[in-house]
């Protein structure tokens, strides 16, 4: 603590406060870095333009979402709008969980990058579980069980896992699928989500995205008007539920158990996003959003277009 306020309140050198003390300087630099690691220093940064705060004022009058965080965007560094964002939602998800508390995730490579960045949570007792099963795709943002083995490593807690695809052949075996006691254990946790972190997918997919019920089933779903899915629920830019068709053979949660959801985030990036999130706010399931500033002012612009 006097090294602590020494250095950043009396703004002295670390040379000049081992000089005090009668102590090497690399004993104060240590002393500094636990005084960080403890707890007793913490840094914010504060962003000095105020036009992300504008834009969240504005989509939050627009969609009557009461949590909306806008981060800025790095001109010409896509990568680093996208870690902002992550960032931004990680500490959301690591302050509001609670002990005891379940979180449930989603997928998508902001939301793999969020876990990336997730620092241990001040709660016990915490509860990971995937919201839908795996892809019958490869690639390491579609990997359902990894990603729940990375949060709960990062937030010291307990992981849940469904080692199954989301889409299966027939309804019959869905069903006997989800009667096995492993799976329904986990199923049944859907009920009771207090926290969780979802993507946004685009449709038409832009380009690396993976279309977890197969790209075989979008043009129905785009003749129909879908924007976008969240863990394979679509909707229009109105926010309506679009049924994908495989309802019966999907093992997932569905929209009332998200909408249970006490606090459900969402994190995008990228301005060609900007009617998928739109729509996914209109929908009435999210109720944190996370994004970065060119999506920001995309929404906005299309939310004061006529039509």
Same mark, same amino acid.
């Given at each position: 603590m006097q090294?602590a306020r020494?250095y950043?309140d009396e703004?002295? #050198? %670390?040379q000049?406060i081992?000089d005090q =003390?009668?102590?090497s300087r690399? =004993?104060?630099a240590?002393?500094?870095?636990r005084a960080r690691a403890?707890g007793i220093?913490r840094?914010?940064?504060? $962003?000095?333009? #105020?036009?992300?705060s504008g834009?969240?004022t504005?989509?939050? $009058?627009?969609t009557?979402?009461?949590?909306i965080s806008?981060?800025s965007?790095? &001109?010409?560094?896509?990568?680093?709008a996208?870690?902002?964002?992550?960032?931004?939602?990680?500490?959301? =998800?690591?302050?509001?969980?609670?002990?005891?508390?379940?979180?449930g995730l989603g997928?998508?490579?902001t939301?793999?990058?969020?876990?990336?960045?997730?620092?241990?949570?001040h709660a &016990?007792?915490v509860?990971?579980l995937?919201?839908m099963?795996?892809?019958?795709?490869t690639g390491?943002?579609?990997?359902?069980n $990894?990603l729940?083995?990375?949060?709960?490593d &990062?937030l010291h807690?307990?992981p849940?896992?469904? #080692? *199954?695809?989301?889409?299966? #052949?027939?309804?019959? *075996?869905?069903?006997a *699928?989800?009667?096995e006691?492993?799976?329904?254990?986990?199923?049944?946790?859907?009920?009771k989500?207090d926290?969780?972190?979802?993507g946004?997918g685009?449709?038409p997919?832009?380009?690396?995205m993976i279309?977890y019920?197969?790209e075989e089933?979008?043009?129905?779903l785009i003749?129909a008007?879908a924007?976008?899915?969240?863990?394979?629920?679509?909707y229009d830019r109105?926010?309506?539920i679009?049924?994908n068709?495989?309802?019966?053979?999907?093992?997932?949660?569905n929209?009332d %158990?998200l909408?249970?959801?006490?606090?459900l985030?969402?994190?995008a990036?990228g301005s060609?996003?900007?009617?998928a999130v739109?729509?996914a706010?209109?929908t009435?399931?999210?109720?944190?959003?996370?994004?970065?500033q060119?999506?920001?002012?995309?929404? *906005?612009?299309?939310v004061k277009r006529p039509?």
């Amino acid at each position: 603590m006097q090294v602590a306020r020494l250095y950043y309140d009396e703004e002295l #050198s %670390q040379q000049e406060i081992a000089d005090q =003390l009668g102590v090497s300087r690399s =004993l104060i630099a240590q002393y500094l870095q636990r005084a960080r690691a403890a707890g007793i220093v913490r840094i914010r940064i504060v $962003e000095p333009d #105020s036009a992300c705060s504008g834009l969240e004022t504005a989509l939050v $009058e627009a969609t009557g979402v009461s949590r909306i965080s806008v981060v800025s965007t790095p &001109h010409g560094s896509p990568e680093l709008a996208l870690r902002a964002v992550a960032t931004a939602a990680a500490g959301f =998800l690591s302050d509001e969980l609670h002990d005891g508390d379940t979180l449930g995730l989603g997928w998508g490579r902001t939301l793999s990058l969020v876990v990336d960045l997730t620092k241990p949570a001040h709660a &016990h007792g915490v509860d990971v579980l995937p919201l839908m099963c795996e892809s019958g795709h490869t690639g390491m943002h579609s990997q359902m069980n $990894e990603l729940i083995m990375r949060a709960a490593d &990062h937030l010291h807690a307990t992981p849940h896992f469904l #080692s *199954l695809p989301m889409v299966v #052949s027939t309804p019959k *075996l869905r069903n006997a *699928l989800v009667q096995e006691a492993g799976i329904r254990e986990v199923i049944d946790r859907w009920n009771k989500v207090d926290v969780a972190a979802v993507g946004i997918g685009v449709v038409p997919p832009v380009p690396g995205m993976i279309v977890y019920i197969g790209e075989e089933h979008l043009p129905r779903l785009i003749d129909a008007g879908a924007v976008g899915d969240i863990c394979g629920i679509y909707y229009d830019r109105q926010g309506a539920i679009i049924e994908n068709g495989l309802e019966d053979r999907i093992i997932a949660a569905n929209v009332d %158990q998200l909408r249970s959801v006490d606090n459900l985030a969402a994190v995008a990036c990228g301005s060609d996003k900007a009617i998928a999130v739109l729509g996914a706010l209109r929908t009435g399931l999210i109720s944190s959003l996370f994004i970065d500033q060119a999506l920001a002012e995309q929404m *906005l612009a299309a939310v004061k277009r006529p039509g």
